[in-house]
């Protein structure tokens, strides 16, 4: 089937992507004061002779620098990003203990955002310089000058400080022996003020998003023809309008997934959410080189992946790209 | 032909558009009528106000722009004092439009099928799969030669020809009153164009359907239409039978038409038969409107002329009709 | 695709580049726009202005003032160290517009130059300069900077270097699809037959005609530089020797229990700052698109 020719035609195109990471880490870990030792343990004086001695052979440290890429570029691809200054653990295994925590805020920051700020888009796109639209444009411009981490702060002084409704920080009340839906409450009562904050700044930019882009297909012509069909508007601007103004939405979200991870450490830093981003924070405060080069990786590629799979999503959505 | 009840009343009908710069008055003050299985032509230069005035009629003008007088009755009942939602079951029911540029007058992401289906679903209350039946029946009755595929498939799948074909269909799919069709002939080749042409003809023959055809080719309206209105700068300047238009145009502008008909496939909307361009609709030349680039022009021509009935059936908005021929 | 800014009708933009009084009325009509403008009048007056006006040392410890809510001798309360926040926010407003501007400078330059070869000479420098631009503009830039500024030293020049040459690739792509259209329109082709250099094309010809998209862009990048900053600073990686505002907020952090007044204002500032000129560029996009202009 064509579907299938296309994501195989695609997946070559996604390997260049994933070494230029490497590379840049690569280049970062040679140009940086100190030795690259340094970068793959950190903290060379502490570490047993043996460890390091087996670490140049591991990265072939002792070799001229283009067989060293090689080495290094293998290594990352079978998992080998170094070991964890801090933890003593392989690098890949301290970032994947924290994805699941990060997936959760996340997803749910984005599922609030996108169904509102989809609402917003449309009604607002529906109207334009309407009461509505007013409102949609003023969240937008709010939401994308706001801090992430100021608006999570201010959360916290009213939410946590003043009114004590809800939890400062962490996923689960520390010391509490909470089981089965006890403990789900305990979770969802932590995730609320992250998963605002988050959301919030997303909702910007679904909400832009989502508008500037169906005022484009409002303006075309088949839009003419629905009306001339004597469609309603929930039809026009639902089945047809919108489904086209996804895709420009789609690819831009694709390419946004870096600015919605760096929301999501900031707002994890804020807080202390056991996730990706908390630690970065913590990585940089105890100098965890390997660690966050080990994110910076792991952020790339997924980054790469999920335009792929934004691709692919546009050509489910999309007949033109399908049919080539 | 003709001489039945009238299906559509247009009178006095005026849509202007608000720009920074001033009103554009695009269609000012145009009256016409289509008889009962009666084909009518609006034929003018473009930006002379044909299309926004089909638009007009289907109450479809897109913003700025508004229509600010007048009456469209469609069997008697004034369309423009019908609510949105009475609106919306005359468009597609009762009024059916088939637009100019099939490629981008169709949803690149939705199937031909579906398209056509969902205003049968809208008007008829049929499920699905019965609308598919019909979508599949109406493509055959357009002569499409295998209409189960065109309905699958998507606009950009298909060539121009079929994409105008598949645009019939939508239009005739659930048997309105009144076709209205938007230059139906104009993105094709030549040989597609006759192909067309006769399929009309054909329709028109075998469905007796009122329709209104929009062109600026007086060759695809000499073909199909018994009747013409000439539309310059938003008013109509004449009105008659098509016979008559051929024979003894009267308004220098339609003679001027006349001697540049283009053949066929000849796809220039510029008229080398008249010197000058359409005027600007923002301050419009005082007066008759087509005067500066009128060879029979005076003084006479700086005041607004009346619409005179020449002979029975036969009206010209001019100072000085041209006599005996172009 | 990329940022907002490519929805404009790059075509027809030449059109409107007729003078400074057209473009002042139609942007003072966006009250928004002029109000992010006075904003950034205050602002830099402020950074301009404050060593000036009042000799304070942002970096004293003042024991018996430590902590206190907002007074009105403090109207925006005191520090940890017992320092006044209005004064400390008015030392970071310096800190602040120096990143944006200048890294924004770097970035626009580097960003025009490489928009401006690939769009004009197309072909081969095309290919591996876009090649290159797509890659930057995929990898998430914020943790590539994050990242080389934590290993190679968080000073001023630093982080305004390093933002300055990461984010670049978007103003190289809207200048690059402004220059492939201009590229075919007459006055190039004309001034191609006349004889003129490439040189003097591209910045007689083309880049006076397709540098708004440009600016308007460069107006948000300022923006999405202060916050940048801020959260650098923020994440411990800011200029041990400077005020600024993330800095602060980060030590609010520890203080969000006691002293919601160490928070809410620094914030406040960078909220107000990256919001004026996010207006502003709202206000430019309006004010140079044709498309929106006519209505």
């Known amino acids: 089937m064509s579907m299938r020719r296309y994501i195989l035609r695609r997946i070559p195109q996604l390997i260049p992507l ?96 996108f169904v509102l700020g989809i609402f917003l888009g449309v009604s607002s796109s529906k109207r334009p310089y309407s009461l509505v ?133 900031l707002t994890e830093t804020v807080f202390s959410w056991p996730g990706i981003g908390r630690l970065v924070y913590d990585s940089i405060i105890t100098r965890d080189y390997p660690v966050l080069m080990g994110i910076f990786i792991i952020v790339s590629i997924t980054v790469v992946l999920a335009n792929f799979i934004v691709d692919i999503l546009y050509a489910i959505l999309d007949p033109r790209v399908r049919y080539k | ?91 597609g029911a009762r009024i059916a439009m088939s637009f100019q540029d099939p490629m981008t007058f169709f949803n690149p992401v939705m199937r031909i099928g579906d398209q056509i289906a969902e205003g049968i679903i809208r008007h008829q209350r049929l499920s699905r799969r019965e609308a598919w039946e019909k979508v599949i029946s109406t493509l055959e009755v357009v002569g499409i030669p295998s209409p189960r595929d065109v309905a699958m498939s998507y606009p950009h799948q298909l060539s121009g020809g079929m994409r105008q074909r598949a645009m019939m269909a939508m239009a005739l799919s659930c048997h309105p009153e009144l076709m209205i069709a938007d230059e139906p002939t104009t993105a094709l080749d030549v040989i597609i164009q006759a192909q067309l042409l006769e399929l009309m003809k054909d329709l028109k023959r075998e469905l007796g359907m009122s329709s209104l055809i929009i062109s600026h080719d007086l060759g695809v309206i000499a073909e199909l239409c018994e009747r013409v209105a000439v539309m310059y700068a938003g008013k109509i300047v004449e009105y008659s039978d098509i016979r008559r238009i051929l024979r003894e145009p009267r308004h220098p502008y339609t003679v001027g038409l006349l001697e540049s008909i283009p053949r066929v496939g000849f796809k220039k909307e510029r008229l080398i038969g008249i010197e000058g361009s359409v005027p600007d609709l923002i301050e419009p030349p005082p007066g008759c409107r087509f005067s500066p680039r009128c060879k029979y022009a005076d003084e006479k021509c700086k005041e607004d002329p009346q619409l005179i009935e020449l002979e029975e059936g036969h009206y010209v908005l001019c100072h000085h009709p041209v006599m005996g021929g172009g | 695709m990329g940022s907002s800014i490519e929805r404009l009708s790059l075509g027809r933009l030449e059109r409107y580049s007729r003078g400074l009084r057209g473009f002042w009325r139609s942007y003072s009509r966006n009250r928004p726009a002029v109000m992010g403008l006075a904003i950034l009048f205050l602002l830099t007056a402020t950074a301009v202005l404050t060593d000036l006006l009042d000799p304070y040392n942002p970096f004293g410890i003042y024991p018996s003032e430590v902590l206190l809510p907002p007074s009105f001798s403090h109207p925006f309360g005191t520090d940890d160290l017992g320092r006044d926040i209005l004064k400390l926010v008015m030392f970071g407003s310096k800190t602040s517009l120096l990143v944006g501007f200048s890294a924004v400078f770097i970035a626009s330059s580097i960003g025009i130059i490489v928009g401006a070869l690939s769009g004009y000479y197309g072909g081969r420098v095309e290919d591996i300069l876009m090649r290159l631009t797509d890659m930057l503009l995929i990898i998430p830039n914020f943790f590539l900077i994050l990242l080389i500024v934590a290993l190679f030293g968080s000073s001023l020049r630093n982080v305004v270097l390093v933002i300055g040459f990461m984010t670049w690739p978007g103003t190289a792509r809207l200048l690059r699809s402004t220059f492939l259209s201009l590229r075919e329109q007459e006055f ?108």
Request: net charge positive; aromatic share 8%.
């Open chain 1, 133 to 265: 639209d007013n409102l949609a444009s003023t969240i937008s411009v709010l939401g994308y000058s706001i801090p992430t981490f100021w608006l999570g702060m201010l959360l916290i002084i009213v939410f946590s400080v003043y009114l004590r409704w809800l939890p400062t920080m962490g996923m689960s009340t520390i010391g509490a022996q909470l089981e089965g839906w006890e403990a789900v409450i305990d979770t969802l009562r932590h995730l609320i003020l992250p998963a605002t904050t988050l959301g919030t700044t997303y909702l910007a930019l679904y909400t832009r998003l989502t508008r500037a882009s169906m005022l484009e297909e409002l303006r075309k012509d088949y839009i003419t023809t629905a009306w001339g069909k004597g469609l309603d508007d929930r039809a026009v601007y639902y089945r047809h309008a919108f489904r086209n103004a996804m895709l420009p939405v789609t690819t831009v979200l694709g390419l946004n997934l870096g600015l919605m991870l760096t929301g999501a450490t």
């Open chain 1, 18 to 113: 994933c070494i230029f990471a490497i590379v840049i880490n690569f280049t970062l870990m040679h140009l940086a004061p100190g030795s690259p030792i340094d970068y793959l343990v950190g903290g060379g004086e502490v570490v047993p002779k043996e460890y390091i001695e087996k670490l140049t052979r591991e990265f072939g440290l002792d070799k001229p620098l283009h067989e060293q890429l090689l080495i290094y570029i293998l290594n990352v691809f079978s998992g080998n990003l170094g070991t964890s200054y801090r933890y003593r653990t392989p690098v890949l295994q301290v970032i994947l203990e924290r994805v699941p925590n990060t997936l959760l805020l996340m997803t749910t920051s984005i599922m609030f955002a």
């Open chain 3, 188 to 295: 190039v082709q004309a001034a191609r037959v006349v004889g003129a250099s490439h040189l003097r094309i591209i910045f007689r010809h083309l880049l006076p005609n397709g540098i708004y998209p440009v600016i308007v862009n460069s107006s948000l990048q300022v923006g999405s530089a202060i916050l940048t900053e801020a959260g650098l600073s923020f994440l411990g990686l800011g200029d041990p020797s400077l005020v600024s505002w993330g800095r602060m907020l980060s030590i609010a952090q520890m203080y969000v229990r006691r002293a919601w007044w160490m928070a809410a204002f620094p914030g406040a500032a960078i909220f107000i700052t990256v919001m004026a000129f996010n207006l502003i560029g709202d206000g430019l996009n309006d004010a140079l698109n044709p498309r929106l202009r006519e209505r």
């Open chain 2, 1 to 91: 032909m003709g001489g039945g009840e009238p299906v559509l009343e247009v009178r006095d009908l005026r849509t202007y558009f608000p720009t920074m710069r001033g009103t554009v008055k695009a269609v000012d003050g145009i009256s016409f009528t289509v008889l009962e299985g009666e084909t009518v032509g609006l034929v003018g230069e473009s930006g002379c106000g044909k299309s926004t005035a089909a638009l007009s009629i289907m109450r479809l003008v897109p913003a700025p722009g508004r229509i600010v007088g007048g009456e469209v009755l469609l069997r008697g009942r004034d369309l423009l004092k019908l609510s949105e939602a009475e609106m919306r079951g005359v468009r």
